[in-house]
């Protein structure tokens, strides 16, 4: 009786750990996207600040703001919208920033982000919301600074 | 007013940006590239539409400069460990480059539409390791626009990226196959 009553704690174990671990295992991988609309912003600056502290110190600048896993830094940046552009997939891209810097910030947006980019008008102050992806830099083989990337982005 | 300002200094600062730029010298923003992998644990794409490249239509080189966290993976986890440093380290490689020439350069005439098969040929660098490397492709070219289009395999080990065992290691295949697009508009 007493065998009886420790198999069937053991076994009632058991099947919770693996009914557990099966959950656990369904939602790593099933993890829903990073909402950053949502998401708490990590750091509330100006492009301008951003833009001179990579051109400052790139490397410096990547270990504070980008993560071990891509899931680095959520910024809110105030600029000047400087152009609207298209990426390869025909998706609206801004450049945002002050015209006298050397580089700019690019705010790619996913693609079931729901604007009308046509009210926005060059030259505005614009607050934009999105995750870092890569600083800004010169690039010797390219020969020309390359932007910020901030990827996920949403008007604020 | 102010419209006309900033539009003003936005031309003037491109016309200065072309003052110090050979008139062969084209820029891409509008670039598309991917990886493709598959083993029997499943297939995974990812894309990547920010990087930068330029061509020079007079001799031929070419860079390609690509933000690693910006590649886009259907899930999540997948995406975090493709970062991760015991697999590409993205943190601390956050750019991998392709620098070359088009070894067939005198077969394609970048001022006349048609299609042109290419030889690209140069060097690559992912994860701080660069390594030699030649793909064939194909420059479309029609009226003020080229567009590139090749495919070549990369195999992740020749840039030492480490296939220790559990994920991401039995995930993805050992070789992956890279598709680099990319549209650049003559002035």
Do not use: W
Not at chain 1, 142 to 155: A, D, F, H, R, S
Not at chain 2, 114 to 125: D, H, N, Q, R, V
């Amino acid at each position: 009786m007493k065998k009886t009553k420790i198999l069937y704690r053991f076994a009632g174990a058991a099947a919770t750990a693996l009914v557990l671990s099966g959950a656990v295992l369904f939602y790593l991988f099933n993890m829903p996207d990073r909402n950053i609309e949502k998401a708490d912003i990590d750091y509330e600056v100006t492009a301008q600040y951003l833009i001179e502290e990579y051109l400052q110190d790139y490397d410096a600048a990547n270990q504070k703001y980008l993560a071990d896993d891509g899931e680095s830094s959520i910024f809110s940046l105030k600029a000047k919208l400087l152009s609207v552009e298209q990426d390869f997939n025909g998706q609206p891209i801004l450049i945002i920033g002050e015209e006298n810097l050397k580089a700019a910030v690019s705010c790619g947006f996913s693609s079931d982000y729901n604007y009308d980019f046509n009210r926005l008008e060059i030259g505005q102050s614009i607050l934009i919301k999105g995750v870092i992806e890569a600083g800004a830099r010169y690039d010797e083989d390219l020969m020309m600074y390359e932007n910020i990337q901030l990827g996920k982005c949403v008007i604020l | 007013m102010r419209k006309i300002l900033f539009s003003s200094l936005a031309l003037g600062g491109l016309i200065l940006a072309l003052a110090f730029t050979p008139a062969s010298k084209l820029i891409s923003q509008k670039t598309h590239v991917q990886f493709f992998s598959s083993t029997p644990a499943e297939d995974i794409e990812a894309h990547n539409y920010k990087s930068l490249s330029t061509l020079d239509t007079e001799t031929g080189a070419f860079v390609f400069s690509v933000p690693m966290q910006s590649f886009e993976f259907d899930k999540r986890l997948m995406q975090k460990h493709f970062n991760q440093e015991k697999f590409l380290n993205t943190k601390a490689f956050p750019k991998a480059k392709m620098t070359g020439r088009l070894k067939n350069i005198a077969q394609i005439d970048f001022q006349k539409d048609g299609a042109y098969p290419a030889i690209i040929t140069g060097e690559m660098t992912i994860h701080g390791v660069s390594q030699q490397f030649e793909a064939e492709g194909e420059f479309k070219v029609q009226a003020n626009h080229i567009q590139l289009h090749a495919e070549f395999p990369i195999t992740l080990a020749d840039y030492g990226v480490a296939f220790e065992k559990g994920k991401p290691a039995k995930n993805i295949a050992q070789t992956v196959k890279v598709t680099v697009e990319s549209e650049y508009s003559k002035n």
